[in-house]
């Protein structure tokens, strides 16, 4: 079903309406994978980059740095995202997160080659949140070089209502401590592999918007993250906490087949993050934790036999 024009009353309409008439058309496109993204990115963890040239495997997720939209300044929206087209529903007053994922693995995607992504909208499912009414929209990307299949992967967004313009924004979370502590193993304690410490800087934070061209201003613009969106600070991306978990099995020397993750709560920046892994039978459960006891994401990797 594809979409329709956007109705007078749009305004009006609830999510749960607009998840029986939205249906956008698939795209398709195609890119020649460079290794500089994926230095850039070795940079932002201090690390030496895994991939040096042509034939090097992408670790798992690092494809995120390619395939990018780069809309001109004037296709935005107040909250930096593409104002219509793509995959985002055209629901007013619409603030987007991004909720997880997953991703199965047949072989890597390497530097030099000719990769082609089809991708589609595969669901669209409204719900009630705490928050008020919530449209998920799950995404579709499968990967192919020479016609055969590398990946395939799915993504969750969800969508609410921003309040109406002269209302107080909507608190979209608050840290449970003041996040001056370090969260990780006391002093003394010998180094974990599968324990990894991050702390998302607003430099951080810049750089991984600009590898990845997100403009979401709730990654950068102090003002309009705490008095438009609710939030109490600025928030940490997704997708990076996605990708620091991976580090955890991967500088270990571990092949992921299958990933997916969660994301259960934001992370704000300056205040420490903990990436943590429990190996289990054929893989690993992995855990980001913020301020709070409670897990910011959940994830399960699973890894090729030896």
């Given at each position: 079903m594809a979409s329709g024009p956007i109705p007078a009353d749009s305004e009006d309409l609830p999510l749960s309406a607009w998840a029986q008439r939205w249906r956008p058309a698939g795209t398709s496109r195609e890119e020649t994978i460079a290794a500089d993204p994926s230095t850039a990115l070795a940079g932002l963890f201090d690390q030496s980059s895994p991939v040096r040239g042509d034939g090097d495997p992408l670790p798992p997720l690092w494809h995120w740095?390619?395939?990018?939209?780069?809309?001109a300044e004037s296709e935005l929206g107040p909250d930096g995202h593409l104002r219509d087209g793509g995959f985002l529903p055209p629901v007013p007053r619409r603030h987007r997160m991004f909720a997880g994922g997953r991703i199965d693995i047949d072989a890597p995607i390497r530097a030099g080659e000719r990769v082609r992504r089809e991708s589609r909208v595969a669901k669209v499912e409204a719900k009630t949140g705490r928050s008020g009414e919530l449209l998920f929209v799950t995404?579709?990307?499968v990967f192919t070089v020479d016609g055969r299949t590398r990946m395939t992967e799915q993504q969750d967004i969800v969508y609410r209502r921003a309040p109406l313009p002269g209302s107080a924004p909507r608190a979209a979370g608050t840290p449970a401590r003041d996040g001056t502590e370090e969260p990780g193993a006391a002093a003394g304690e010998a180094p974990d592999p599968w324990r990894l410490r991050l702390l998302p800087t607003p430099a951080m934070l810049f750089r991984f918007s600009a590898l990845t061209f997100n403009a979401h201003r709730i990654h950068y613009d102090h003002p309009y993250t705490t008095?438009?969106?609710?939030?109490?600070?600025?928030?940490?991306?997704g997708p990076l906490l996605a990708l620091g978990l991976l580090e955890l099995p991967r500088r270990l020397g571990r092949t992921v087949r299958h990933y997916s993750f969660r994301l259960r709560r934001p992370c704000f920046v300056d205040r420490p993050v903990l990436l943590t892994g429990t190996p289990a039978a054929e893989g690993a459960?992995?855990?980001?934790?913020?301020?709070?006891e409670e897990p910011a994401v959940t994830a399960r990797a699973e890894f090729a036999a030896p």
């Open positions: 740095l390619h395939f990018l939209d780069r809309p995404e579709e990307h008095r438009v969106e609710g939030f109490p600070g600025l928030v940490v991306h459960d992995l855990s980001a934790f913020g301020a709070g």
